[in-house]
């Protein structure tokens, strides 16, 4: 039996020390291919790139790591990939590990969760792995986190239309509680923008912020990994609010 294709990429960009332990937790199930960004895409969310070409180079690491780095946002990585890349679509599609967790409204922002709606929207099964932290010393959790995704995906596939939004705690295998299956919580990032002066004169802005988490049940995702549970939510890129379309039209209607 053939070892699966698996398309990796991310947003924190391919000299990401993120996306190399994926690499490293992904040839262990199958044949990686990392196509990533050349630089830090964060907080880009869906963009494309239409005004500019996408330029490919090939990047070579230690430790045999190799891949194709992209003048681009992660869902062009994606989208170049699948459509003109690769001679024969992946198996499976992985955005990762992404520095920083991607639970509430964070996930309308990242890359990271563009990346894999991309690949989610091209028709290939897709999980974007965050790990709830900006450090780079403690990625066991988070690789087998993607072994036994990676393994769930590729035996049951997912949902049309649906990727996995998987985020780990930063912490040993070992205090891992277990794995929740999540709904999208209500943290969100409280931001303000300091102003503050360059030295010739010229004014600028830089934001800072906190996070604010009120969620209290570990059926969200922000709350289930502060508590060490890895949460597992599945999202879909379909925006429409369902429940709201009756009252809606009726409104419409009575005018």
Known sequence: MSRPKILITNDDGIFAPGIRALWEAMREIGDPIVIAPDTEQSAVGHAITLTDPLRVIQVHRSGGFEGLAVSGTPSDCAKIAIKSILDEKPDLLISGINSGSNVGTNIIYSGTISAATEGTMLGIPSIAISLDSYKSDEFR?????????????????????????????????DEIKGVKITRQGTQYFKDEFDKRTDPRGRTYYWMKGNVVDKDESVDFDGKAVSEKYISVTPIHFN?????????????????
């Not at 369902?242 to 005018?255: A, C, H, I, P, R």
Request: aromatic share 10%; with cysteine.
């Open 239 to 255: 925006v429409t609010n369902e429940s709201y379309m009756d009252e809606l039209k009726s409104q419409f209607s009575n005018e």
């Open 141 to 173: 959790a988070a690789k087998k986190a993607a072994i036994d995704l990676a393994h769930h995906v590729l035996y049951y596939g997912v949902s049309r239309g649906t990727l996995l939004n998987v985020n780990v705690p930063y912490c040993p295998p």
